[in-house]
């Protein structure tokens, strides 16, 4: 269920543009590339009129603390680190979704898992998990407690056309044309979240390569689609945060910095690791570090940084 932003938060949030705003309005110099990837028709909707003057992208990280505060106090409070998972278009039973993203019947969550975050898309933007809500009904079925995530991208040359002048930036500059790419790419994945019935009260934007839909070569046009979406997600209530690595982020942002709350991925490795990585140097773009992440036994594995556990409606809906 979509939560409702508070009315002084949503005003502010209206005029929020997001948008790579260290970089002072400069236009990206990569055009997308004109090669047709993608094989789902996004929806069409309705443009939300053009965005006034913007704030720093630190207002938007001050209103995804503000929006995390309204949710928590709704789980008692742990002690310890949690232990959870995160599954999404690879654990959905073999061969469904675009014929480059099959999935792969990979393994659910262990029974220890306390907690899941589920993937709203299959890979690239507009196109969503195709068994999502079969995944949200496991999570329910077993009463634990839930987030979701999902993957921004680069768009080609044709959805950069269609989404265009779709949004609440102007068009007319390619830097304008990608952040509305990005508002748009989150609108759909909202729409998924919701027809699933998955409740959370944070959107994490996975932000790392996308084999077979590349990022462009340029980390301000790059950054656009990132802002867009964390402007959309925002608005519609939701808290944001990122998932990636220091070293990912930057290869394809660079500077870019919304000091949001922040996944952190350690890759094929240990829950010691995973957990290391909530210090202060594994720090991805100036975030609270929320969860660590690794990878074992073909599952994806997730425990809690220290002091999270105290206030875990923060960053979970408990079914």
Known sequence: MRRLASGLALAVLLSVVGACAEQDGDEPTAEPTAEETQTDKPRKRKPTGQGGPGVEASSLAEMAEDLANDASGTIPPRDEPVLGADISWPQCPKGMGIPEKRSLGLPMPVQEAEFVVIGLTNGPGFTPNPCLADQVAWVQERELMASAYAVASYPDAATLEKYAWDGPYDGSRLVGRL?????????????????????????????????????????????????????????????????????????????????????????????????????????????????????????????TCPDIALDLGRWFHRY
């Open 179 to 303: 952040r509305n790419v990005g508002y748009q790419q989150a609108r759909f994945n909202i729409d998924s979240l919701v027809d699933s019935g998955l409740q959370t009260p944070i959107v994490w934007i996975d932000v790392e390569p996308v084999p077979l839909f590349e990022w462009s070569s340029d980390p301000v046009a790059n950054a656009a689609v990132v802002a867009g979406a964390a402007r959309a997600y925002t608005e519609a209530g939701y808290t944001i945060g990122v998932y990636s690595t220091p070293y990912l982020w930057e290869g394809v942002v660079g500077s870019f910095r919304l000091g949001v709350p922040e996944w952190r991925a350690a890759g094929q490795t240990s829950r010691e690791e995973a957990f290391s990585r909530c210090g202060d140097d594994w720090s991805i773009q100036g975030g609270r570090a929320v969860l660590g992440q690794w990878v074992a036994d073909s599952r994806d594995h997730n425990i």
